[in-house]
C-alpha cells in the first residue's frame, strides 16, 4: 500500500486561509487617516493665505531668533568680564524714605519708586519678556531675576535707576538704592505695563 497524500483544497476553499478583503482596505484607510492627521496637525500657522489660517499659533514669548554672534532668545545680554567691565557702576545713593515720586503735567505722568535694598532686587513683572535696564545698561529680560535663587545682585553699595520697558514700548522707572543698613534684603519689583 501506498500512501498517498491527499490533493489539498485551492487556496480560496481552505479554511481560516487568511483575512477577508475588507480588513487590510480597512487598515490602509485608517493609516491614511492618521497620517493625514499627522500632517495636519503639523501645519502651523503661516499667513492668512494657507489652508491652515485657522490654526491658532503658538503662545508668541516674544523671543525671536538672534543674529549671528548675539546671545540667543532668553540669554542675557550683557557679557559680564573678569574685571566686570560690563556691570552698571553705582550712583550717589539717594537719602531719605522709600516713597514714589509722580511728576508731569498734560503730556503725561511720569512716576519713579524709590526702594532701598541691602543686595538686590527680584522682580514680578508682566508681561514678562519686559527688557531691564540699569543705569541704562540692558540687563536681561525680567523672567530671568524672577523667582528667589535668580535675582539680580547689585555689584555695589550706591544707587541704581531701574527701568522696565514692555515690547509693546510702556515702561516703568525705579531707584532702587542698595546699602547695608537697609530695612530689607532684596526689593520686590511687581508691575504690569
Do not use: C
Request: proline residues 10%; aromatic residues 6%.
Amino acid at each position: 500500500m501506498t500512501d498517498r497524500i491527499p490533493d489539498l483544497p485551492p487556496p480560496d476553499e481552505a479554511a481560516g486561509a487568511g483575512l477577508p478583503r475588507w480588513v487590510p482596505v480597512l487598515i490602509g484607510l485608517i493609516l491614511v487617516l492618521m497620517a493625514g492627521l499627522a500632517v495636519y496637525t503639523g501645519m502651523r500657522y503661516r499667513d492668512d493665505r494657507t489652508l491652515t489660517s485657522h490654526v491658532k499659533p503658538r503662545r508668541d514669548r516674544g523671543m525671536t531668533p538672534a543674529p549671528p554672534g548675539e546671545p540667543g532668545a532668553g540669554a542675557s545680554l550683557v557679557m559680564h568680564g573678569s574685571e566686570g567691565d560690563s556691570t552698571p557702576s553705582a550712583n550717589e545713593p539717594v537719602q531719605g524714605e522709600a516713597r514714589a515720586v509722580i511728576t508731569g503735567g498734560r503730556g503725561g505722568v511720569e512716576s519713579i519708586v524709590r526702594i532701598w535694598a541691602r543686595r538686590g532686587m527680584l522682580l514680578e513683572i508682566t508681561p514678562a519678556e519686559a527688557m531691564v535696564y540699569v543705569n541704562e545698561m540692558p540687563i536681561g529680560h525680567a523672567r530671568q531675576f524672577d523667582t528667589p535663587d535668580e535675582i539680580y545682585d547689585f555689584p555695589a553699595p550706591g544707587s541704581y535707576n531701574v527701568k522696565v520697558v514692555a515690547p509693546d514700548g510702556k515702561q516703568k522707572t525705579y531707584v532702587v538704592t542698595a546699602a547695608d543698613d537697609a530695612a530689607q534684603d532684596v526689593a520686590h519689583i511687581k508691575t504690569a505695563l
